[in-house]
């Protein structure tokens, strides 16, 4: 596991290595272990790399990597779990070392870039032709690991993050006001869009060939709408067999590695089943590590506790108060070097630094609630569904345009007249709803972006000028909407919220986070598997638990999903209160020229008078980016 970082620049050679090493090195804390350059000069073309030693500690792991004939140079981030079957295929080299860089490295030569097809894992890497003169990025098929790149007047730079292009370009780089806005509706921002103009995240399951004269060759070598075709029909328990025989191979290849390995224990059924399949059938001993909190609405660990004694873990917990936050929310901008919403970044790196301390490598479970219908959304949507399925589209519509009228406050007082409808934070649940219902074209399919949204569409163009989202709609090929909200979810906020969360927190804190889930062989298993294996009368992941019965007693997991949040609400409003009078206040406001600081300014009134927990998700928004903004972009 480790950073990467290239400079493509024909028109100034002189400084390529200084550039490139400046680029490599404000991402240290990613890769620790070791530094490494290649420059060649007359192309005009450098790549750096830290690495963060897991696989072959020695020197022949050692990065960028150049093949014996000079031709070939890999700068590799990542991790291919089944580099030594692949190896048993390529005996026709001569290998120098035991890493699977080296074997990444003679794949592609043996193969071309149709290697990737032939790897499991998790990777992101540049790779440098000096014959031929093309550059090659290729990034893994869920994007678990993160790849940026610029390409602007004659110059291509890439890297693991942001930050690194900050250190090497002189350009100044211009915010997308396209790619804000989608940071305000969705609170984090999805490939191929940037923060910036001109730099671009290289989407999953991709690859791109640079030559020469700048020219970029895009390439999807997977594409998940290949796999929503439903497996021939077959029993239950074959099902149940063939999924569990899979997530023991995927799982305990994770565990391929030269240092100590533990696993993220949430108390949930995902994180159980990987702890507990790994517990009986790695023959290692296993670490668990968890988090809680002192607010008992959002702690899971006296579960994750239960469940490690019954497992046998060696178990580590912390709990975590405010002062946690408040060391932590100052790094934020370093952590997530793009602004970043994801409030449940904040424990996700206090995990990560509990780990590290003791061992180099942990699992987590992301990618279960995706692939097995685990969001809460998921089922009510689903509900609103059914029950709006049988009248016209317009009848919605109309519906909330009425509520419009009357505007939400006043519905929310006619509705106080029903005591099962005094809901906290009710103007904030009709502020979504109306959006739902609003945008009702006949199913839910059009509604879903409304429905995760933070800032509404509307609201954007109030707050920053007119919004246009550019996501794709929700999967025509799917008649089922839990199969269309998940295929969503599994294309932009699995990699772009879910797995950059885990990847800038872990590493951030030199440690490799792997994800078990997301073998490529179980996605694909996942997306073929018949709906009714995931969600089945009202029950959730109903195969995982299937599965995870055979492990641990059903009171152990079968409880209501919590989800791993963090109480928020009450810090911002209490400890955590001075970084709100801080980054927005009416000054700091007035001074950026990126939104209306009026209507901000009045969100903030209306969060500080606790209007409702939505106003609290927007205030997050706005201090991320304010805080983003005092970092990186000096006006």
């Not at 191979?249 to 994770?254: G, L, P």
């Amino acid at each position: 596991m480790c950073r990467i970082a290239g400079i493509w620049n024909k028109g100034d050679k002189e400084k390529l290595a200084e550039t490139c090493i400046r680029m490599r090195d404000i991402m240290h804390k990613g890769g620790p272990d070791d530094a490494g350059l290649y420059l060649d000069e007359k192309s005009g073309i450098a790549m750096g790399h830290r690495r963060l030693s897991i696989i072959d500690l020695s020197e022949t792991g050692h990065q960028p990597m150049t093949s014996p004939d000079g031709r070939f140079t890999i700068c590799y981030n990542g991790e291919v779990y089944n580099f030594r079957e692949l190896r048993q295929q390529l005996q026709d080299f001569q290998f120098r070392g035991s890493s699977d860089t080296e074997v990444v490295l003679n794949a592609f030569i043996k193969w071309g870039p149709d290697c990737v097809s032939r790897f499991n894992g998790m990777f992101a890497f540049a790779l440098w032709d000096s014959v031929e003169k093309f550059l090659y990025l290729f990034r893994d098929r869920m994007g678990v690991k993160p790849l940026y790149y610029y390409s602007h007047n004659g110059i291509f730079a890439f890297a693991s993050e942001l930050k690194a292009l900050h250190a090497g370009l002189t350009e100044k780089l211009e915010i997308d006001s396209k790619a804000l806005g989608e940071f305000f509706h969705y609170g984090y921002i999805s490939a191929p869009l940037s923060i910036y103009k001109n730099v671009f995240k290289l989407e999953q399951g991709c690859f791109i060939k640079i030559s020469e004269n700048m020219k970029i060759a895009h390439h999807r070598y997977w594409n998940m709408n290949s796999f929503v075709e439903p497996h021939e029909t077959i029993s239950e328990d074959s099902y149940i067999d063939e999924l569990e025989n899979l997530m023991i191979d995927a799982f305990k290849k994770r565990l391929i590695a030269d240092v100590p390995v533990g696993i993220f224990l949430s108390g949930g059924v995902d994180s159980s089943l990987v702890t507990a399949i790994l517990a009986r059938h790695s023959g290692a001993d296993i670490k668990t590590f968890t988090i809680g909190f002192n607010e008992k609405n959002y702690d899971e660990s006296p579960w994750a506790r239960k469940i490690a004694d019954h497992l046998g873990t060696e178990h580590t917990e912390e709990i975590v108060t405010p002062d946690h936050a408040r060391k932590i929310l100052p790094l934020w901008p370093e952590i997530y070097d793009e602004p970043f919403g994801d409030i449940s970044g904040i424990p996700t790196t206090i995990v990560s630094q509990i780990t590290r301390k003791n061992v180099k490598v942990s699992l987590s479970a992301d990618g279960g609630d995706e692939l097995f219908c685990g969001y809460h959304r998921y089922w009510v949507m689903n509900r609103l569904d059914k029950m709006l399925s049988g009248m016209p589209a317009f009848i919605p519509q109309i519906s909330g345009k009425i509520m419009g009228a009357l505007g939400i406050d006043t519905v929310s007082k006619l509705l106080q007249i029903f005591p099962q409808l005094r809901l906290p934070a009710i103007n904030d649940r009709l502020r979504k709803f109306h959006a739902v219902i609003s945008n009702w074209l006949g199913d839910a399919s059009s509604a879903y972006p409304f429905a995760v949204a933070y800032w509404l569409p509307d609201d954007i163009t109030k707050l920053m000028g007119a919004y246009l989202d550019s996501r794709t709609k929700l999967n025509a090929q799917k008649d089922n909407l839990l199969q269309k909200m998940m295929l969503w979810d599994i294309k932009y906020y699995l990699p772009d919220d879910i797995l950059t969360k885990v990847d800038r927190a872990s590493m951030y804190a030199s440690l490799e986070s792997r994800e078990p889930m997301l073998d490529h062989r179980i996605v694909e298993f996942a997306l073929r598997l018949p709906l009714e294996y995931k969600f089945r009368n009202g029950q959730a992941k109903y195969i995982l638990k299937k599965i995870l019965k055979k492990y641990i007693p059903d009171e152990l997991f079968d409880r209501p999903k919590q989800g791993f949040a963090v109480p928020v609400y009450s810090w911002l409003h209490d400890d955590l209160q001075n970084l709100v009078e801080k980054h927005l206040n009416p000054d700091v406001l007035k001074h950026q020229h990126y939104f209306d600081p009026a209507l901000a300014f009045q969100s903030v009134e209306e969060f500080k008078q606790k209007k409702g927990f939505i106003a609290v998700d927007r205030i997050w928004l706005l201090l991320v980016f304010m805080m983003w903004l005092d970092r990186y972009i000096k006006d």
